[in-house]
């Protein structure tokens, strides 16, 4: 049973262009949760989501930022016209559903790094 | 809003030595979580604290809430316990996934 599968791990982009980052959750899990840990700072929470909803994008950025998960594939989160600030890593975390974060059985990837240059 | 405060941000330690991480947060909360990062990036859940103290192997995990403050000790420490160590926070009321972390301890073991 693979865990929660991230890719790329690593991604540079030139300013401007667009970043497409990929979480395949746990197999048996359906909920999907984007964090982004910026330099010297905490991770922070994104967005929420379920197969084909956005649960909770409170955290999302209001420009550039999108995310989905879609029937089959992985979910993606995308950014557009990328900016230096957005260099970052961002996780994703996937459950069978929100009680997991309770009993620890929310499992991470491990992570997309993403430079800007 | 709150902040979670961690301490040490750094800690070198030698191998079989106690070690003791630090977490402080400002308001009331309905869960504490203590998080493993591994170089490479994985992030692993350790424990998650609403009383008390638990135990898995090594690692201990106590919280006290009247004062705010829980502490991760690793007993018998080995280099293979080398990561940031993350401490976490839920809101009463609020989401379980929405948690405010702090910036992490980095701990180095060496042999």
């Known amino acids: 049973n693979a865990g929660v599968m991230q890719n790329p791990r690593h991604l540079v982009r030139r300013r401007g262009q667009e970043a497409r980052l990929r979480c395949s959750p746990m197999?048996?899990?359906?909920?999907v949760y984007w964090y982004r840990q910026l330099p010297e700072e905490g991770l922070k929470f994104m967005v929420y989501l379920q197969k084909e909803n956005i649960i909770d994008e409170s955290g999302m950025p209001k420009e550039r930022f999108s995310a989905e998960f879609p029937k089959e594939g992985p979910s993606i989160l995308r950014i557009q016209q990328v900016v230096r600030g957005d260099s970052a890593a961002y996780f994703c975390?996937?459950?069978?559903?929100?009680?997991?974060?309770?009993?620890?059985?929310?499992?991470f990837g491990q992570g997309t790094r993403l430079t800007v240059v | 809003k709150n902040e979670v405060e961690q301490s040490p941000q750094n800690l070198t330690a030698q191998e079989g030595e106690f070690i003791t991480i630090n977490c402080s947060y400002s308001?009331?909360?309905?869960?504490l979580h203590w998080l493993q990062q591994h170089p490479g990036g994985g992030i692993v859940s350790l424990f998650m604290?609403?009383?008390g103290k638990k135990k898995h192997g090594r690692l201990i995990a106590t919280i006290n809430i009247q004062e705010k403050h829980s502490s991760l000790h690793i007993t018998a420490s080995h280099p293979r316990d080398s990561a940031v160590y993350i401490c976490a926070v839920g809101l009463p009321g609020g989401s379980n996934y929405k948690l405010t972390f702090g910036k992490g301890t980095l701990l180095t073991v060496n042999p």
């Open positions: 197999k048996g899990h359906s909920h």
């Open positions: 975390a996937s459950s069978s559903g929100t009680g997991s974060w309770m009993n620890t059985e929310a499992f």
């Open positions: 308001v009331g909360i309905s869960a």
């Open positions: 604290l609403s009383s």
